[in-house]
């Protein structure tokens, strides 16, 4: 009954994740036993199979903090100059709490002249020298400064801060900070956080603390690497001065480092592979984009710790049709994972994704994690503000390879150079309001949780092997598809009686 997965993928279609659809298995477990613990690379474990992808308008600092404090990892894109990156991945791993504030600093004998003063965040942070290496000794909020009465707001902060000294260490928790603010009873409202070596690098608000109560539990501990913190990694080009950028980014902590291409077998890639291999033997390296067996075996032979799968499958692509070359997400996620597995190398299933059945597929064909751009894109945690489009509250997304991100951070690389035309292979447009990641990735991971299920498979390596075993499945038709989803119903409206 269905094909083999072997059968299947050899007839010579290039199949999407749509195409195709897993016959059940025989579930003997409840769904909370499925384990989605997985690896990113070789030497990186993950608690659940999430990575945010490399582009501007989805990961920077507060993307990376959050899907490594759900167990998964961020990917800082590298569309900025290398300071700015390095900044993000230090900002990212500063302290565990998931929601990133950007504190303001000021001295005793500052004054705030209006509430511009409060641009970036809601607290103003008061140490003696006005910064943060310097001694904390108090904080006044927005709020507390808007209530203070006329003639005093002008007044140097000293008269009026909200004189504390106490703050939450760098690898405080949930729980912890929690415990900070039901000891300092309802007046205190926001908890200053201090770095490794003390100096203040956050501040929690106590209004985010309670709204990460109100979402479904936080996975685990976070994906924490040797050095305490989360763990956060970067992309970088095969350019010689990508190798001043890694250095940045080895220099702010990156766990890991991808190498962001939409092509990922040249010689390019192989000769930086090699180079980093040599320069930073601990540093756990990324490559690719591969979509077929022999450019994952290039890879693989020069030395990556994990592959990224995946040409022109991407929401805001447009590889495939510029360049007629690129892959079938699902065949391509096969069949490099087929050859990878035998070198113990993990696949990453990069875009595509745009549902929890995606991600079901992506990793029962032989994925250890998937890679998202447009599924994480127009949460808060993505870079950029919120619009208003047609009534809807949008953020943009767009391609790396759109002429817009192109234009922004990499003229120097493709549009300065008056030599090399670049050819835009994406596109820009934008996503809706989705809301907090800490909040729907949990939701969508239990969703993942109840497909394993149904497929009998308790956890990852139960679902690769069951790929070799009895697993069937069979090509969907076009009205399969239809039937597979909402069909059929006219809109229903409330209506008022
Ligand atoms: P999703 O479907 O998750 O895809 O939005 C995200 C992935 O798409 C790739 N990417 C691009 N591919 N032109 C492309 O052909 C582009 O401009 C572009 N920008 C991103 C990338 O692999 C990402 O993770």
């Known amino acids: 009954d269905g094909f083999k997965p072997e059968n299947l993928f050899r007839q010579g279609y290039s199949y999407t994740y749509d195409d195709v659809i897993f016959l059940p298995g025989y579930i003997g477990f409840p769904v909370d036993k499925v384990d989605l613990s997985t690896k990113l690379t070789r030497n990186i474990s993950l608690s659940i199979p999430c990575v945010s992808s490399p582009m501007d308008t989805v990961t920077e600092s507060s993307m990376a903090r959050a899907m490594a404090a759900l167990g998964g990892i961020g990917i800082i894109h590298s569309n900025c100059p290398p300071d700015e990156q390095a900044a993000h991945v230090r900002a990212a791993k500063a302290h565990r709490f998931p929601i990133l504030s950007n504190p303001i600093f000021r001295s005793p004998s500052d004054r705030i002249s209006s509430l511009d003063d409060f641009a970036t965040s809601p607290c103003i942070?008061?140490?003696?020298?006005?910064?943060?290496?310097?001694?904390?000794?108090?904080?006044?909020?927005?709020?507390?400064?808007?209530?203070?009465?006329d003639g005093s707001k002008e007044a140097p902060l000293a008269d009026y801060m909200v004189s504390s000294v106490d703050f939450v260490g760098w690898d405080s928790d949930l729980s912890q900070i929690v415990e900070y603010f039901d000891a300092k009873g309802p007046k205190v409202d926001f908890a200053p956080v201090a770095g490794r070596s003390g100096e203040i690098v956050d501040v929690v608000a106590r209004a985010d603390v309670e709204t990460l109560r109100g979402y479904p539990r936080l996975l685990g501990g976070g994906s924490v690497g040797p050095d305490g913190e989360l763990m956060v990694g970067a992309a970088i080009g095969t350019r010689e001065s990508d190798k001043v950028r890694l250095e940045h980014l080895v220099k702010a902590g990156a766990n890991v480092v991808v190498l962001d291409s939409s092509q990922g077998n040249s010689i390019y890639q192989i000769e930086m592979i090699k180079y980093i291999k040599r320069t930073y033997p601990e540093l756990d390296l990324i490559g690719g984009n591969v979509v077929t067996m022999s450019q994952a075996d290039n890879l693989i032979k020069a030395g990556v710790d994990g592959l990224r799968v995946g040409m022109g499958s991407g929401s805001i692509c447009t590889t495939q049709e510029v360049c007629a070359v690129g892959r079938g997400q699902a065949t391509a996620v096969y069949k490099v994972s087929s050859i990878a597995s035998q070198s113990k190398v993990p696949v990453i299933a990069d875009g595509g994704i745009s549902n929890s059945g995606h991600i079901v597929k992506a990793l029962t064909l032989g994925a250890s994690t998937v890679m998202m751009g447009s599924f994480l894109a127009g949460s808060s945690e993505s870079p950029g503000a919120?619009?208003?489009?047609?009534?809807?509250?949008?953020?943009?997304?767009?391609?790396?390879g759109s002429l817009e991100a192109m234009t922004k951070g990499s003229d120097a690389r493709y549009l300065g150079d008056t030599t090399k035309l670049k050819i835009a292979q994406g596109v820009v447009g934008a996503v809706a309001d989705k809301g907090s990641v800490l909040k729907f990735v949990p939701y969508t991971v239990q969703a993942v949780k109840q497909g394993l299920q149904d497929l009998g498979a308790a956890s990852l390596q139960d679902a690769h092997d069951l790929l070799k075993s009895t697993l069937r499945l069979e090509v969907r038709t076009g009205a399969a598809q239809v039937e597979g989803g909402v069909h059929g119903l006219v809109s229903y409206e409330k209506k008022p009686f």
Do not use: A, C, H, N
């Not at 919120?386 to 790396?400: A, C, H, N, S, T």
């Open 386 to 400: 919120y619009m208003v489009q047609d009534g809807r509250r949008v953020k943009k997304y767009r391609g790396m």
């Open 125 to 149: 942070l008061v140490t003696q020298s006005g910064d943060s290496k310097s001694k904390l000794i108090g904080y006044i909020s927005q709020f507390q400064w808007m209530e203070l009465p």
